[in-house]
């Protein structure tokens, strides 16, 4: 991020239901976060960060059970 904003991380199933979402905070730089998955059911996930501005961030994870 370039500027200090809220943004939204969504995590969705491979079917596109939403399984989490909260209001995260970016500084400027680099940012990371940590998210416990341990509740999830082995499969893929897709993993999106979408800022105000409606600009964002999209990746495909896996959970291995």
């Not at 239901?17 to 940590?34: C, D, H, K, M, V």
Request: glycine content about 10%; aromatic content about 10%.
């Amino acid at each position: 991020s370039t500027t200090s904003s809220p943004a939204e991380l969504i995590i969705s199933d491979i079917l596109g239901r939403t399984i989490s979402s909260e209001t995260i905070y970016l500084t400027p730089g680099t940012n990371n976060f940590a998210k416990d998955v341990s509740f999830f059911d082995g499969g893929n996930y897709v993993l999106q960060v979408v800022m105000a501005d409606g600009i964002g961030v999209r990746k495909k994870f896996v959970v291995f059970r």
